[in-house]
């Protein structure tokens, strides 16, 4: 099954305009991650946010704010004021954690972001 | 600092033939990991390492080997390259703890396998 799921394959907004990007997860720890990068045609991966699963507020950088609904498990990006720089790639992750206290990242398949001026 | 480092930046390969990826990290991180990337696919683990000395297998850990005998260094070697491992290898670190974790990527390694 999906842990990650990112249903848009692809969205636009108007520059200036605020956009959300969905992202739901499954899981059954109580003790979870989760991570939005961003990945611009140059390749990189850029961390944009993260989220506690233990944190009370929706967690805050700049331009991204994540609209954290555990009940719902989604966990969806915000980015407010788009810029045309932000057009590129976004993921959604999750960091996992096995009994044996290992931990990884598991990562949805992306959706591309195009902001049109 | 200089982060995480990979290098090769590109490499071609022909089927059967061995290669390594180095990534290399001035963070002091315990936790390194390799992933690859392929179109639709997102990014999908491949092996991680959370100390020197320790290792174990991502999601899909088939035809690489990996090692971390210092904290700086975590080698991804293909033992016998296929087709199949065409694809933009990242490798990442982090810190875990305190308020808020961020792993930080490499620049990747774009790997042909002819």
């Known amino acids: 099954a999906q842990k990650i799921t990112q249903t848009q394959p692809g969205m636009f907004v108007q520059e200036k305009e605020a956009v959300t990007l969905d992202c739901t997860y499954d899981?059954?720890?109580?003790?979870?991650?989760l991570f939005w990068y961003k990945q611009p045609s140059s390749g990189e991966m850029i961390f944009l946010i993260y989220q506690g699963s233990y944190d009370q507020q929706n967690a805050t950088e700049g331009r991204y704010s994540l609209n954290f609904q555990k009940a719902r498990k989604s966990a969806n990006l915000v980015i407010s004021a788009s810029q045309l720089g932000d057009s590129a790639m976004y993921f959604c992750?999750?960091?996992?954690?096995?009994?044996?206290?290992?931990?990884?990242?598991?990562f949805g398949k992306g959706m591309k972001l195009t902001v049109n001026p | 600092n200089a982060g995480v480092t990979q290098t090769p930046k590109f490499q071609v390969l022909k089927t059967g033939q061995s290669m390594t990826l180095q990534c290399a990290q001035d963070?002091?991180?315990?936790?390194m990991s390799w992933y690859r990337q392929d179109p639709g696919m997102g990014l999908r683990l491949i092996h991680y390492s959370v100390g020197a000395g320790i290792t174990d297998q991502g999601e899909v850990p088939n035809g690489y080997n990996v090692s971390r005998s210092t904290t700086e260094d975590f080698p991804l070697r293909l033992l016998s390259a296929a087709p199949s491992q065409t694809s933009v290898y990242f490798c990442a670190s982090r810190n875990s703890g305190g308020i808020q974790e961020t792993q930080y990527f490499g620049p990747g390694t774009r790997l042909l396998v002819l």
């Open positions: 963070m002091n991180h315990e936790y």
């Open positions: 899981t059954s720890d109580p003790s979870y991650g």
């Open positions: 992750a999750m960091r996992e954690t096995s009994q044996g206290g290992s931990e990884k990242l598991v």
